[in-house]
C-alpha cells in the first residue's frame, strides 16, 4: 500500500513557474515507477510525465516536452515536478501516481495508486 500526497499547486501567471511535489509513505517507494497526470475540467485526466523506479529513466507528454521535468529522490520518498513556461492550457488538477508494474506506464489505468491532487493555474 501506498499513500501519496501532492503539493506546490497555485495560481501563477503564464510564463511562470511552479514545482509540484509527491510524498509517498511506505518504505518501498523505489519499487513504483512515477507518474503525473493533469485533469482539466470537463477533460479525462491525461498523462504529463513518468519515471522510472530508479530514476534513470523519464518519459513525457509533447505538450509538455521541453518545459517540464520530472525528478525523483527514492532517499526522501518523493517525486518532483518542475513546470516552466506554464500557459493557461495547463490549468488543471495534477494527479501523482505510482506504478508497481514493469517499465514506464502512461496510461492512468496502469497505475495502482493515486493522490488526491493539487490545483494548477495559470491566469494572468
Known amino acids: 500500500q501506498v499513500q501519496l500526497v501532492e503539493s506546490g499547486g497555485g495560481l501563477v501567471q503564464p510564463g511562470g513557474s511552479l514545482r509540484l511535489s509527491c510524498a509517498a509513505s511506505?518504505?518501498?517507494?523505489?519499487?513504483?515507477?512515477m507518474g503525473w497526470f493533469r485533469q482539466a475540467p470537463g477533460k479525462e485526466r491525461d498523462f504529463v510525465a513518468a519515471?522510472?523506479?530508479?530514476?534513470?529513466?523519464?518519459y513525457y507528454a509533447d505538450s509538455v516536452k521541453g518545459r517540464f521535468t520530472i525528478s525523483r529522490d527514492n532517499g526522501k520518498n518523493k517525486v518532483y515536478l518542475q513546470m516552466n513556461s506554464l500557459k493557461p492550457e495547463d490549468t488543471a488538477v495534477y494527479y501523482c501516481?505510482?506504478?508497481?508494474?514493469?517499465?514506464?506506464?502512461?496510461?492512468?489505468?496502469?497505475?495502482?495508486?493515486w493522490g488526491q491532487g493539487t490545483q494548477v493555474t495559470v491566469s494572468s
Open positions: 519515471i522510472s523506479k530508479s530514476g534513470g529513466s523519464t
Open positions: 511506505g518504505r518501498t517507494f523505489s519499487r513504483y515507477s
Open positions: 501516481a505510482a506504478d508497481s508494474g514493469w517499465g514506464i506506464a502512461t496510461t492512468a489505468p496502469e497505475y495502482d495508486y
